[in-house]
Every structure is written in C-alpha cells, then in structure tokens.
C-alpha cells in the first residue's frame, strides 16, 4: 500500500489526547491525517476546566509521569499564554498531603508549600503554582500546530477502525471507544460546571466537603469556572438547575464574593474513565498496527503530551 511507504498514520478522535497526539507524530515527520467525530470546540475536552493534575486516572505511577512530561511542555507554552492558552497560576489544592506531593512532583514546581489559613480556610491544603489552561484557545491552537506540521484535519464519524486505510491507526476516542472496539471497561463521569463572571478572583481553588462533594474555582480570562460534579456511570449531557445551585453554594463557601456573580453558561461533560488507561500496541493479521489510546479520565489535559509520545512510540515501525 502507499501509505505504508510515506508512513501514514490516521489519529480517531479530535479531543486533546487525539490532538497532541497527533501533533507528536506530525512533528516527527508522520503523515497524519486526523478524524474527528466533531470539531475540536465541541469535545468532552473544551469542557474540561484543565487545572493540569492527576485525577481520576489509573495506574497513578505511570499518569504522574505523563504528566511530569506534559509539565514541561505546558511550562514551555506558558510563554505565550495568548497563543496557547497555557497560564502558571496559584492556588490551594485541599486536602492534598505535601509530603505526598513532594514525593513525586518535589523539585518540578516552582511554587509548593502547604497554604496558610487565609490562602484556604477549609482545612490542610497545598498551596502549588500550576498550568491552568483555556481550552477555548487551548484547542484551535492544537489544531493549527498540527496544520503547521503537515497534519489534516478531517470531521467524519467512524463506527470501524477498518474504515481507516492507513498502515497504523491511532485510536484516541475516548468514551466512544465502548462501542467503537467493545470495551465496556470504559465509562462516563459526568462532570457539571457553571461559568460565571470573575468577581475578582484571581487563585485557583479545589475542595472537597466532609460530605465527598467537589467544588472549584478556576479563573479563566473574561469568566470564572465553578465546578463540579464526579458523577460516576451518568450520561445526561443536559445541566440540572439544582446542581448548578449546589456548585454555586460550595463555590460561595469558599469565595463569598463569588455568590452573586452573574451566570453566563453552563457546561456538562463526560469524563472517559476507565479502570486504567489503555495505551497499547495491536498488530492485526495483515501487519497493520492499531494503538489505543483512551480512557484517560479526568486527567486527559494533564498527561496530554506523555501519553502523546508514549502512543508515538508504539505507532514506530519496529
């Protein structure tokens, strides 16, 4: 075949793990054709509210590495935070231990300490210096870099990875991999969030109450994102006004301020969670390669780009 001589790679799924992805291999000198269900704009990841850490992924050993290494990167593009959408910010992560933080992150972070009672009043909490990214912009501009690289852009939806005519195909499609390749390991949780205008705010802020409830503040240039919900095997993409409420109030005890902000929008997505990631090389009867890639959770900003160079590998000829 053709493609097999000008190393053709076809990357399933347009969110940030099928996008970096695909910008790896494209700049590593790939044809890359890329084919997305939707639009970047429209994914599970334009809803994320991407505060870069670890969560709700597995095996924690490995998703700590991939995000050290998407680390890097998200510093480097914290340069040019207009372009990229990559900001360093501060803020309180509670209930994280610092020893265990220091344990695998020690000497990454340029801000990280435990945070004083006026920094968060709800308790222990580690007080970090970490990516925050706009995925309004964050997204487009993966999508112009893998353009800039060589790459393709193509929306179509898929309900066969044979459909793919390349000589590796990289399937990056998150939950729809449960029905795409039959894996009922891989399952939604809802996350809901409520975006209002900033008060002032100007730290980010994750909690969670005696009661195992989420809430979280994370400012974003023009709005603030109030969250949220870990709703673990819901599917409704609709927001419940009651919920919204709920986020609202959590969001208030921690920052009074933000109790009569006003609501421009809100957001419901569905984390692709799975026991753990699937990040695998396949080689089907005919000697064509298929890697999966899926099942990253909540943490798919996060480890990005060490899973993106991870699955490269494993599209590499051997």
Do not use: K
């Amino acid at each position: 075949m053709n493609s097999q001589r000008n190393g053709e790679v076809v990357v399933v799924g347009g969110g940030v793990i099928g996008l970096a992805t695909a910008v790896v291999l494209a700049e590593r000198g790939r044809r890359v054709r890329l084919w997305t269900r939707e639009p970047a704009e429209r994914t599970t990841s334009a809803v994320a509210g991407a505060l870069w850490w670890p969560y709700h992924i597995e095996p924690m050993a490995s998703a700590r590495a991939w995000a050290l290494r998407s680390l890097e990167v998200y510093e480097e593009l914290a340069g040019r935070p207009e372009a990229t959408g990559v900001r360093l910010v501060d803020g309180a992560m509670g209930g994280a231990d610092l020893a265990d933080v220091e344990g695998w992150a020690a000497g990454r972070l340029g801000v990280l300490r435990r945070a004083t009672a006026r920094e968060y009043g709800a308790g222990t909490a580690v007080w970090a210096r970490l990516p925050l990214i706009d995925m309004a912009v964050h997204l487009p501009w993966l999508r112009e870099r893998l353009l800039r690289a060589g790459g393709t852009v193509e929306e179509r939806t898929v309900s066969d990875l044979a459909e793919a005519d390349a000589p590796v195909v990289v399937n990056c499609t998150g939950l729809g991999a449960r029905d795409l390749v039959a894996d009922p390991l891989v399952r939604p949780v809802r996350g809901q969030l409520v975006v209002v205008e900033n008060p002032g705010v100007r730290t980010w802020t994750v909690s969670t109450t005696r009661e195992g409830e989420m809430a979280y503040l994370f400012p974003q240039p023009g709005r603030l994102l109030l969250g949220g919900t870990a709703d673990d095997g819901a599917w409704s993409l609709e927001p419940d006004p009651a919920v919204a409420e709920a986020i609202v109030r959590r969001c208030a005890a921690l920052r009074p301020e933000v109790a009569g902000a006003r609501v421009l929008e809100h957001r419901v997505g569905l984390r692709p969670a799975r026991p753990a990631v699937r990040l695998e090389r396949e080689v089907l009867p005919d000697g064509r390669v298929r890697v999966h890639h899926y099942g990253h959770g909540g943490a798919g900003v996060t480890v990005a780009w060490g899973c993106a160079e991870e699955a490269a590998r494993l599209a590499a000829p051997f």
